[in-house]
């Protein structure tokens, strides 16, 4: 059962333009989400996250937003740039889940997003 | 530099015979982590490691085993390797702590049972 889903495997957006990720999850006790950011032949990097106590977080060009009501985030790029091009994890934990904090990091499936120039 | 390192990169191997996926990181990080990566499932966890001699059952740990006898390394070994073990595989570690989730992933092993 996925808990954490990306329904988009692909995303196409123009350089300039807004790039928008969905995420949605089941799991209520989740209470902190991250976004995690990966090219080909390389590991996962960390983007940004938000605890559930927000609903957005900002750190330049990335913007997350938290609907908990409706247990969706979403990942806003402004503008997008070529080097945006890469596969996209949302990532969940929550502090009732685990003892220890980041033990149940759990992802979701990706969503692969290029950049047209 | 600060990195988790894997090794090998690309392995192709057959089926019952064991292997050990190598993972070191140069950053004193108490906790540790084994993901697989397979298309439409995302990334799963096989195994963590909160601290040496400290290890534990992740999401989908059937047919792996890890050790942490020291802390900079955490090898994973599959005793018996099947088809089904076919699959992208990350490393990752993390300073440790509440909701330390700032994961520093190696670069990944393509691991290709026949």
């Known amino acids: 059962d996925q808990q954490v889903k990306q329904n988009s495997p692909s995303l196409s957006v123009q350089e300039g333009r807004i790039s928008i990720l969905n995420c949605d999850y089941t799991?209520?006790?989740?209470?902190?989400f991250l976004w995690y950011k990966k090219y080909p032949a390389e590991g996962p990097t960390f983007l940004i996250s938000?605890?559930?106590?927000?609903d957005k977080n900002e750190d330049g060009r990335f913007t997350v937003f938290l609907n908990k009501s409706a247990k969706h985030l979403s990942l806003h790029i402004v503008p997008s740039q070529p080097g945006d091009s890469a596969v996209y994890f949302c990532?969940?934990?929550?502090?009732?889940?685990?003892?220890?904090?980041?033990?149940?990091?759990?992802f979701g499936t990706g969503t692969r997003l290029t950049i047209i120039p | 530099e600060a990195q988790v390192t894997q090794n090998p990169r690309y392995l192709i191997t057959v089926t019952g015979k064991k292997l050990t996926v190598t993972c070191s990181q140069n950053m004193n990080h108490e906790y540790m982590s084994w993901y697989r990566q397979d298309p439409g499932l995302g990334l799963r966890q096989i195994y963590y490691?909160?601290?040496?001699?400290?290890?534990d059952k992740g999401d989908v740990p059937e047919g792996y085993k890890v050790s942490r006898k020291e802390k900079r390394n955490f090898p994973l070994i599959l005793e018996s390797p099947s088809p089904n073990q076919t699959s992208l595989y990350f490393c990752?570690?993390?300073?440790?702590?509440?909701?330390?989730?700032?994961?520093?992933f190696g670069s990944g092993t393509q691991l290709s049972v026949l």
């Open positions: 990532a969940a934990l929550g502090a009732l889940i685990s003892n220890f904090g980041n033990e149940k990091l759990t």
């Open positions: 938000i605890s559930s106590i927000k």
């Open positions: 990752a570690s993390s300073p440790g702590g509440t909701y330390n989730e700032k994961l520093f």
């Open positions: 490691s909160m601290n040496v001699e400290v290890t």
């Open positions: 799991n209520s006790m989740f209470d902190y």
